[in-house]
């Protein structure tokens, strides 16, 4: 009987040492770094480029109705227990709002309850609109050590529902803030709406699909208006670099509205992505002409449904004739 109570007691003790490492162990972050010891707060300078330019992405690139350009940047610095958007998962009300419409009242509601209810949020912040498709747009934001993390969206417009951002990035390195960092940013399509041009329609995906990124390839598609089957991969679509600031640097001055088209990051070797010639299919055989008693002839045409660019294998012959026994003569 002894012996049997030594046991059960032996079994709670190692239960409650179990219980208190998974305690323990839940409380880290669930990112693949330690936990933040950085000193302070960390502040940094944001800057959004676009790259979005016809060279680039000559294909059915919006030129009207409205002009290829950026909607206002939206983002927070946040812990692990918060996520704003993550591929192959659904996007939030407030995601599916923000990426169709560029409406952010919804995606500033989540933000605000996640905040409130769990801490998980430090701060928002958020940059204006580019109006074209390359250009800058910069603001200010701040990182907690329990608050390392940064998350932001910006629309691709026009598009059905498309966007680029970033996803949880840490700004902090074990005990210390990173001083710069640099990402190259693709297109993700948020899964609400089945567009596949950048005019398309307003169509609701039924039912919901997960983000999913965009790439030459996918979705497999010519109507795609990123399908390029040339290309390995597509070239960035824009950039975010974050610097951090130094404390002695207390006054920030924010890039004005009037974007530079051309400068700073900009200035890299523009992406000269060739674009092939597409054809419509050959229409029916007409009429077969030519004397009776003789070999007659009869043609079919097809039209360029997307003119090349950039070098891009260039339109073949639109008329075909071929040889015919006349039907009809006298």
């Known amino acids: 009987m002894e012996s049997l109570m030594r046991v059960c007691r032996s079994c709670r003790a190692v239960g409650t040492l179990l219980l208190t490492v998974l305690s323990w162990s839940s409380c880290l972050p669930m990112g693949e770094e330690a936990v933040c010891t950085a000193p302070g707060l960390g502040r940094y300078s944001i800057t959004f480029t676009g790259k979005w330019s016809q060279t680039a992405f000559p294909k059915q690139y919006p030129l009207f109705r409205p002009p290829a350009q ?27 709002d923000f990426a169709e ?25 958020s940059a204006s609109a580019i109006p074209s498709g390359t250009g800058q747009t910069s603001t200010q934001l701040e990182a907690h ?16 529902d498309w966007f680029v951002g970033v996803d949880s990035v840490n700004l902090c390195e074990g005990n210390r803030w990173k001083e ?12 609400t709406d089945s567009g596949f041009t950048f005019s398309s329609p307003n169509f609701a995906t039924i039912p919901q699909d997960t983000v999913k990124e965009i790439t030459s390839s996918s979705p497999s598609h010519p109507a795609n208006s990123f399908y390029y089957p040339r290309l390995k991969s597509l070239p960035p679509i824009a950039r975010v670099t974050m610097v951090r600031i130094k404390k002695r640097q207390r006054v920030f001055v924010p890039t004005p509205p ?21 054809v419509s299919l050959w229409s029916s055989w007409g009429l077969c002409t030519g004397p009776c008693g003789k070999t007659g002839a009869k043609s079919r045409t097809r039209y360029v449904r997307l003119q090349p ?13 071929t040889a015919c026994e006349p039907d009809n003569c006298i």
């Open 145 to 160: 050590s329990r608050h390392s993390l940064v998350s932001f969206l910006v629309r691709i417009v026009p598009s059905p």
């Open 70 to 96: 950026w909607s206002s940047l939206l983002g927070a610095t946040h812990s692990s227990d918060y996520s704003m958007w993550k591929k192959d998962e659904y996007a939030t009300n407030g995601v599916r």
């Open 258 to 278: 009037a974007v530079v088209r051309m400068g700073n990051e900009i200035e890299d070797a523009l992406s000269e992505t060739p674009l092939d010639c597409e």
């Open 101 to 125: 419409k560029g409406e952010a009242w919804e995606l500033m509601k989540e933000i605000e309850a996640a905040g409130e209810k769990i801490q998980s949020v430090h701060s928002v912040f």
């Open 180 to 191: 710069q960092v640099t990402m190259d940013l693709f297109p993700y399509d948020a899964g």
């Open 309 to 321: 660019a950039n070098n891009g294998t260039p339109c073949p012959a639109l008329e075909e004739e």
